[in-house]
């Protein structure tokens, strides 16, 4: 047969069925044999064989007190694999397209850096002002709501002393930053109204990777005059629910972030 570059459409039946039982341990935790052969339909005979080739794979492992089965440290290291080549802007980017179709305002992406989050990518509302967003951009850690949201979940200490003023708004003193940081760690979210830019409100929250570690940072942004509090509160749930969701696809242990 030529060579195509595809993948076959025909399955192997013997690979189903092991995935069919990776698939029921990984929702059941550990399981016995019948057990796996009622979950999946397999019969007990061929799940026992499966089962034994799984183990010498090290894809399962055998629990020798209870005679039941376990998703294997191998799988870790696949899982580990995979998700160490995910791309997060590729892997983000639908999420916040859906974002700024549910919300209508812009929404950026942006990863911890030394001392700020840095803007990687960014979805524009059709009514997004240019100059305001751009590629590259430093979230200025205490008067930004991705700068703050660094500070909160990232590794970055807090700024001391004076701290500059953007606007009549952006907070100067360290001890009051401290306080707000405190604040966004119980909250799970940050805001800055018009605390960097005059006319300008964000809102902000974190995204975890597998390590359970700050790996990005999801925003919205808009002039206060339309993303007012009101529209703050509306959109705070979709936010949350967005940065959610790229942390579980990036493999975060974690639960879905709570609506505050």
């Known amino acids: 047969m ?3 570059g595809q993948p076959s459409a025909r399955d192997v039946e013997a690979t189903v069925r092991a995935v069919s039982l990776l698939d029921a341990l990984a929702d059941g935790g550990e399981l016995g044999t019948t057990e796996l052969a009622r979950l999946t339909g397999i019969s007990a005979s061929t799940v026992s064989r499966q089962l034994g080739t799984l183990s010498r794979l090290g894809l399962v492992e055998h629990v020798r007190p209870t005679g039941r089965y376990r998703l294997g440290a191998r799988v870790l290291s696949l ?6 080549r995910l791309d997060v802007r590729d892997l983000a980017r639908p999420h916040l397209e859906r974002l700024v179709d549910d919300v209508g305002e812009t929404a950026t992406l942006s990863v911890p850096g030394d001392r700020d989050a840095i803007t990687v990518d960014f979805v524009p509302t059709d009514r997004y002002v240019q100059g305001v967003t751009r590629l ?5 850690g205490h008067a930004s709501s991705a700068g703050k949201v660094l500070l909160a979940f990232g590794e970055v200490p807090l700024p001391r002393g004076r701290l500059r003023a953007f606007t009549p708004r952006t ?3 360290a001890a009051s930053l401290a306080a707000e940081i405190e604040h966004v760690r119980g909250a799970g979210y940050a805001e800055a109204i018009e ?15 597998a390590d359970d570690r700050l790996t990005a940072v999801v925003a919205l942004q808009g002039p ?3 993303f007012d509090r009101a529209a703050i509160d509306a959109a705070r ?7 959610g969701r790229i942390s579980r696809a990036l493999g975060w242990p974690g639960g879905a972030a709570t609506a505050a």
């Not at 605390?195 to 975890?208: D, K, S």
């Open 79 to 84: 899982a580990n694999a995979v998700l160490a």
């Open 224 to 226: 206060s005059n339309r």
């Open 171 to 173: 907070i100067v003193d």
């Open 136 to 140: 590259g951009r430093p979230s200025v």
């Open 2 to 4: 030529p060579r195509t």
């Open 237 to 243: 749930p979709l936010l949350l629910a967005c940065a």
């Open 195 to 209: 605390e960097r830019e005059e006319g300008l409100n964000a809102i902000a929250a974190p995204v975890f990777g």
